[in-house]
């Protein structure tokens, strides 16, 4: 249903540390980095047919996080969710929520960990149990 997701962010340098390393741990691999006609300066994370993308925003006004919104990413396994979570926490993002592990919901058995990027945006990584 997505094509892509974007995101603000006060400090692009940061996030693409951030972003490099936590979405590397899925397989992503360099963003492509684009300068809008306005100067601002966006990565684009292409992975599995989708794009996730950060972006300084283009109005010029301070970048804010999205209250209530949160942003899932699919992983193959528990373990890959666990080193989802731990890779966050260790390039600058929080851990939220309950730890890292196992829920079960009237949707089934998943493994989820709910960190926030230095920016403040809400990450879930997710392996839904077969």
């Not at 601002?40 to 209530?68: D, W």
Request: with cysteine; charged share 20%.
């Amino acid at each position: 249903m997505f094509y892509h997701v974007m995101i603000g962010s006060n400090d692009i340098e940061q996030s693409k540390r951030f972003y490099d390393a936590v979405l590397g741990t899925l397989g992503a691999g360099e963003p492509f980095r684009n300068e809008a006609p306005s100067g601002h300066i966006r990565l684009f994370y292409r992975h599995e047919g989708s794009t996730f993308c950060v972006s300084e925003p283009i109005n010029g006004e301070e970048a804010t996080c999205a209250n209530g919104g949160t942003i899932g990413f699919k992983c193959h396994s528990p373990e890959q969710v666990q080193i989802f979570h731990d890779t966050a926490v260790a390039n600058g993002g929080q851990s939220i929520e309950d730890p890292p592990g196992l829920r079960e919901g009237a949707t089934g058995a998943m493994h989820l960990a709910y960190v926030r990027d230095p920016d403040g945006n809400k990450l879930c990584a997710i392996y839904r149990v077969k």
